[in-house]
């Protein structure tokens, strides 16, 4: 079981945390998105790996800055069918199907699975 924590700074810069076995705590993510998360919904996958990815809950009523690079990558993951946009520094947690798991994140999304 392994992943990667990733934080998308709204300036463009990514921060990646080496690989690790286990997901960063709620403190974590937490300062790392500003604020309460949200789990920001169809964004499924990063860097060709499942992916849960989370923002500042109340981004939008902070007025927090645009964050381009995350919105580009969310809206890639669904045909630019959505009609929303991403603010603030995005927190993405992504790895193997047993470390999504760990997280409590799992959808019951098995399709790749032979077993």
């Known amino acids: 079981m392994q992943g990667t924590f ?8 990514t921060i990646t945390h080496p690989t690790v076995a286990k997901g960063p705590g709620l403190e974590q993510i937490q300062e790392a998105v500003g604020g ?3 789990k920001v919904p169809f964004f499924d996958t990063y860097n060709n790996q ?4 989370y923002c500042n809950e109340e981004g939008k ?15 890639a993951q669904n045909q630019n069918r959505l009609d929303d946009a991403l603010v603030g520094d995005v ?19 098995d399709e790749d699975d032979a077993d």
Request: net charge negative.
């Open 50 to 53: 499942r992916a849960v990815c």
């Open 61 to 75: 009523l902070d007025r927090l800055p645009y964050n381009e690079k995350a919105t580009q990558l969310w809206q």
């Open 91 to 109: 927190a993405i947690l992504s790895g193997d199907k047993e470390f999504i798991r760990s997280l409590g994140d799992d959808d019951g999304d």
């Open 36 to 38: 309460w998360i949200e």
């Open 6 to 13: 990733t934080i998308i700074k709204t300036n463009g810069d």
